[in-house]
């Protein structure tokens, strides 16, 4: 067996850096996959006390906060907001660089 720490385990110990889980965020958000985003938001979700009490704090039905959350999830744009407040984060557009 290697010494080497299991890659969940490892991004999980990383996204309790706020400013890290931020940038994981917006990476994820940047390949154009919307799932990638949902999976990641999933992935802070675990780190930030996990799914149950993240529905409870956004305000949204737990079973349709797993579905939103998933790699085919479709959240409305309320709903995301809700999710990454109850986060601690916030949505932002910035004015994309000329090509």
Do not use: W
Not at 38 to 52: E, P, S, T
Not at 68 to 92: C, D, T, Y
Request: proline residues 5%; contains cysteine; hydrophobic residues 35%.
């Amino acid at each position: 067996m290697s010494d080497l720490p299991r890659y969940e385990d490892y991004l999980h110990q990383r996204l309790k850096d706020p400013e890290f889980a931020t940038l994981y965020l917006n990476a994820c958000l940047d390949t154009g996959d919307d799932g990638d985003f949902l999976m990641a938001l999933r992935d802070v979700a675990k780190v930030y006390g996990g799914l149950r009490p993240l529905s409870g704090k956004a305000k949204l039905n737990r079973e349709h906060l797993f579905r939103m959350l998933s790699k085919n999830g479709n959240p409305e744009l309320r709903s995301l907001r809700q999710i990454v407040g109850a986060l601690g984060f916030k949505l932002r557009l910035e004015q994309r660089s000329p090509a």
